[in-house]
């Protein structure tokens, strides 16, 4: 159960629309007398039951309260109606980088600019001691600027892990070691595995995010979950060249892909500001587009 279009929250947001909604909750467009409009996540109350979505649910609230750069979404605050807890978010115009993927395949300066606006976001969370663990198109928002550009924002922190380290500890695991989370696109052979998880899985999932950003498509398909599970953690990185027809890239641009998805995670960048370094030094043009 959700609250209704047009239920003030915390006594002064006004729910207004109905932005989308999931299997544990939903996103209103929110209003206030004394400011510009919100996002407001609402938990729905027949998920209460279920403690790991709500622990999850706040997890996430305590993530992004943490951070405060402008490629990651803005947390103004944590707020509970009923028992339910609501998260006060900035409100973002555009669509996710999943929904421009799904449509057209995108110029190779393009992609580098989403992927170091990504990575730059993902660094700063790397940088608090906080993992994502699911870094994917989905969870890339490009917002529309008033300047008419569009910057790519991080969103859903909902599979936070606090690393060691962090303002919150080493006990804040929500899921217990050995269990498989994420989407299996994007995940890492450790992650495939139930193994422990670091910043090097979201650099994997960078990595995947790249690939696809550059070729339209992911590293790896397979139809069945399992088979993909299998080349995560046993094939090779194909050459970008060689999935997107026309597609001439930079030896060190493939170089950077293998890295940056390396079955072991020691092969690996050590954090995605490791990541984003060396995409810089990449010599521009990346890549080109053929004939």
């Not at 909604?21 to 996103?27: D, E």
């Not at 936070?160 to 052979?189: C, D, N, Q, W």
């Not at 094939?235 to 997107?244: C, E, F, N, Q």
């Amino acid at each position: 159960m959700l609250p209704s279009v047009g239920a003030v929250l915390g006594g002064r947001y006004r729910l207004a629309e109905l932005i989308g909604t999931g299997t544990s909750g939903a996103v209103f467009r929110a209003l206030r007398d004394d400011g510009p409009a919100f996002a407001i996540k609402v938990l729905r109350r027949d998920a209460l039951a279920h403690d790991e979505l709500r622990r999850r649910f706040e997890r996430e609230a305590s993530a992004l309260s943490t951070l405060t750069h402008p490629n990651v979404i803005g947390v103004l605050e944590l707020g509970e109606v009923e028992g339910a807890p609501f998260l006060v978010m900035e409100l973002l115009e555009g669509e996710t980088l999943d929904a421009l993927l799904s449509r057209e395949n995108l110029a190779p300066e393009v992609s580098v600019e989403i992927a170091d606006q990504l990575l730059a976001g993902l660094a700063h969370a790397h940088a608090h001691g906080i993992l994502h663990r699911d870094v994917k198109p989905a969870n890339v928002f490009l917002a529309r600027q008033p300047s008419g550009g569009r910057i790519a924002k991080l969103l859903d922190f909902g599979l936070v892990k606090f690393g060691h380290g962090s303002a919150f500890g080493v006990h804040t695991t929500l899921t217990e070691r050995g269990a498989i989370l994420g989407t299996p696109a994007y995940m890492s052979p450790e992650q495939v595995l139930g193994r422990e998880v670091d910043a090097r899985t979201d650099v994997y999932a960078a990595g995947v995010v790249l690939f696809e950003l550059m070729t339209g498509t992911w590293p790896f398909v397979e139809e069945d979950v399992t088979d993909m599970f299998r080349a995560h953690a046993r094939d090779p990185v194909p050459a970008l060249g060689s999935v997107r027809e026309g597609l001439v890239t930079r030896p060190e641009l493939d170089a950077l892909v293998r890295k940056a998805m390396a079955k072991r995670p020691p092969d690996r960048f050590a954090d995605a500001r490791e990541m984003r370094i060396a995409l810089a030094r990449v010599p521009r043009p990346v890549a080109r587009l053929g004939g």
